[in-house]
């Protein structure tokens, strides 16, 4: 019994897969913002009623959390100290030195606090080269002085990032061996263990970033796990990584900042699963909860890496699955502008409470999902019918939109619904026209709570098909946190001309990193044949500034193997990615390692089982606005459409963790997999 649980702003959601018998069970409970870990409790309590087993049967927990994320988002991390190299106190203040030029005369600067104070910054007397040479000796009387200073002063973590510790970590080491025998309570994160590359900025940013999450981060952990306990779980706790993969909960608290974008990966991971099964290699990942919506690309059945990203206004250099999130969710409130009379939708979101009016739990402002519930999209009860809505008083909220703006309430809606759309329509040009793919060219994976309300109108309106939208699409985040592999990378720093470096010398580093990664693995308890180490160079341009991941193949890892192979990949992969190759010299950047565990796959246990007609699946008509005017829809019920099937729009699809619209001249089947297929009833969209 593995359980995958996803904590959205609006719903946690839970996803429990049963191996012996292959067949999966999901929930949905309310958030708990003040407390996340209550809202993962209620939500065990449901699924193990709904599957009839004890908690005490659940033999993993994997679990996707956005702790980290709020807390920088929210600026309520801890109080971090900084030791720094002397001269380099104003690191975080400068960060990389832009600020608006004449051409953003226009545009008012606001800088935010960095996330260590100035004030709770130490210069170290010492220095080391880039090729890690002491210059200036550790002056460990004046650093013991300072370190009392600093760590007596009130501080939480301590975060020790010194020049070009990198090339050589010795003084950060022994800086933090005089830390934790004077402060044992005091967490420690050195530089050249969290993000061990070069640019000192982003070496600083990302390794105080993990100390201003991690307090936060271990208390939500061992409230989590004391939850867990109480309700009789002893399975081990797994944490979701922004790359997809896993770690224990051990490796999180340690690590927060590998969780910064822990939500959104498993939805990504999910879709490229989806990508395999479906045989199309080309998927737009489109993931809209109650609060945002995250949008990403499947190219060949892997979802795309990005090795940097920014949570707020702070960048944060740590592998991460490349997803855009935009503020248009099924909480996000309407509201007519004052000044403009304008009708603006988000980012403001009502939340998990009081939400949306519909929901009955307070809500007073008008939302996306209170005009769903107007237009005839969404059903007046949900989750199985666990969840009443109260209509008429998402019809009068919603009047209040009209009334302002001259409009019938079903108009007021239809505006609230198109200005959502363009949103989230604007993210997915981002990731799709803005880095030069024809989005007609791929398929739209529609989930997330609200995800299949909307996905037909995106795909109508970026021309890409067919609409999939999943059997558990309202929980398919928690889903694909049970297909993540466990994962981590290990890099070092090596910048020397390719031309001239001894290749063996390179061999060499990779074993080193190998072994490390190996190592890792033993310690998350992966066995033997579940491992594997993958190996990738990062390679540039001479005097470019960023470079490009090549993969380097295991058996070419080994002594006496040249470096052409690699050079000739690089200039194809240079010239995939920006359209040129150049005949300058090529500059070896860095050497990573990623470690790899495979999990249990989970075999599919759709049998296409439903019987009967298609009129047997009809739940009910009501009236449905589509195209200006009211028409007579039929409410299907999802769990009783066979293979083969075929629905003709308009139509609405139930189900308990989502709601499907299928637009008119439109038709939605099922298909081997039971994924619901929706095409355009005319032209040849492929």
């Not at 395999?276 to 909860?289: Q, S, Y």
Request: charged share 20%; with cysteine.
């Amino acid at each position: 019994m593995r359980l995958g649980v996803d904590v959205g702003g609006t719903f946690t959601d839970l996803l429990l897969y049963d191996d012996a018998n292959r067949r999966t069970y999901h929930a949905k409970t309310p958030s708990t913002p003040e407390d996340q870990s209550k809202g993962v409790a209620a939500g065990i309590r449901l699924i193990c009623e709904r599957a009839g087993i004890a908690p005490a049967d659940l033999a993993l927990v994997l679990h996707g959390t956005t702790v980290a994320t709020n807390a920088v988002l929210e600026g309520r991390g801890a109080r971090v100290g900084l030791l720094t190299t002397a001269g380099f106190e104003y690191v975080l203040h400068l960060a990389k030195s832009w600020t608006p030029g004449p051409l953003f005369g226009w545009i008012v600067m606001d800088k935010p606090e960095p996330l260590a104070r100035l004030a709770d910054t130490r210069g170290i007397p010492e220095r080391m080269n880039a090729r890690g040479d002491v210059l200036t000796p550790l002056d460990e009387a004046a650093a013991t002085a300072l370190i009392d200073d600093l760590c007596g002063s009130g501080i939480e973590a301590l975060t020790i990032s010194l020049m070009h510790s990198y090339a050589n970590p010795a003084h950060e080491m022994r800086l933090a061996e005089i830390v934790r025998a004077r402060f044992p309570s005091i967490p420690v994160s050195l530089s050249s263990e969290i993000l061990p590359e070069f640019r000192e900025y982003d070496r600083t940013i990302t390794t105080v970033m993990n100390d201003y999450v991690r307090p936060i981060m271990t208390r939500y952990l061992s409230r989590i796990e004391d939850r867990l306990g109480d309700e009789g779980v002893a399975a081990p706790l797994h944490i979701v990584r922004s790359d997809g993969g896993l770690m224990s909960a051990a490796a999180a608290a340690d690590r927060p900042v590998h969780t910064v974008l822990s939500g959104p990966a498993g939805g990504v991971t999910a879709c490229a699963m989806i990508a395999r099964r479906t045989g199309l290699p080309r998927l737009l990942a489109f993931d809209m909860g109650g609060t945002s919506t995250d949008v990403s690309v499947i190219i060949d059945g892997k979802p795309e890496i990005t090795r940097s990203t920014e949570v707020g206004a702070f960048p944060a250099k740590v592998p991460t699955l490349d997803v855009k999130s935009v503020g248009a969710g099924g909480g996000s409130i309407a509201e007519v502008a004052p000044l403009t009379g304008s009708l603006r939708v988000g980012p403001r979101s009502a939340g998990a409470m009081p939400g949306p009016v519909a929901y009955g739990r307070g809500g007073t402002e008008p939302t996306v999902s209170d005009a769903n519930v107007v237009l005839g999209y969404l059903p007046p009860v949900l989750l199985g019918g666990d969840m009443a809505l109260d209509v008429p008083a998402a019809e009068a909220a919603i009047a209040t939109i009209g009334d302002a703006l001259g409009l019938a309430p079903q108009q007021a809606a239809q505006g609230i619904v198109d200005i959502a759309n363009e949103v989230m329509l604007g993210a997915l040009r981002t990731v799709t026209v803005q880095r030069g793919f024809d989005p007609r060219e791929f398929g739209l994976v529609a989930f997330g709570g609200a995800g299949p309300l909307h996905g037909n109108a995106m795909a109508r309106l970026l021309g890409c098909y067919p609409v999939i939208v999943p059997p558990n699409s309202g929980v398919l985040s928690a889903l694909g946190f049970l297909e993540a592999d466990f994962k981590n990378e290990f890099v070092q720093t090596f910048i020397r001309p390719a031309a001239s470096v001894d290749p063996d010398q390179i061999w060499q580093r990779f074993a080193q990193l190998a072994g490390r990664a190996t190592g890792w693995l033993e310690t998350q308890a992966v066995p033997p044949a579940a491992r594997t180490i993958g190996y990738t160079m990062d390679l540039r341009y001479e005097q470019q500034g960023f470079e490009v991941s090549v993969p380097v193949p295991a058996d070419a890892v080994t002594p006496g193997t040249s470096l052409d192979a690699v050079i000739a990949d690089f200039h194809a992969v240079h010239e995939r990615l920006y359209g040129v190759r150049f005949a300058v010299p090529v500059e070896l950047v860095a050497l990573r390692v990623v470690a790899t565990g495979a999990t249990p796959p989970m075999e599919n246990a759709f049998e296409g089982a439903a019987t009967g007609t298609l009129a047997d699946a009809v739940i009910e008509t009501r009236p449905g606005w589509f195209d200006g005017a009211w028409h007579d829809t039929p409410h299907y019920d999802r769990d009783r459409l066979a293979s083969g099937m075929r629905v003709e729009g308009p139509a609405i699809i139930r189900q308990y963790d989502s709601t499907t619209v299928l637009l008119p001249d439109h038709h939605a089947s099922l298909d081997e997999h039971g994924h619901l297929l929706i095409w355009p009833n005319t032209g040849d969209v492929k």
